[in-house]
């Protein structure tokens, strides 16, 4: 789940670089993660993907520390 997590969001963050991948379909696995999987998600990646916080949640997947937004979390 973690790599179609990874790729989703690399889709959405960077679609130029992603040329193949579709935008839609990429937003829609996210979603269904989320919706499937809530409980297997870890927290801070759960509350990104909820947010739609896509280049927080990449950020944090790979290892770096994303700024707090408004909520602060």
Not at 12 to 39: F, M, Y
Not at 45 to 66: C, I, T, V
Request: proline share 4%.
């Amino acid at each position: 789940m973690k790599d179609e997590i990874r790729v989703s969001l690399k889709a959405i963050v960077s679609p130029v670089e992603n040329k193949q991948t579709d935008l839609v379909e990429a937003l829609r696995t996210l979603d269904a993660i989320v919706s499937n999987h809530s409980g297997d998600l870890h927290p801070q990646m759960r509350h990104f993907l909820q947010n739609r916080s896509y280049e927080k949640a990449l950020l944090w997947l790979d290892g770096g520390e994303p700024e707090k937004g408004v909520c602060q979390k």
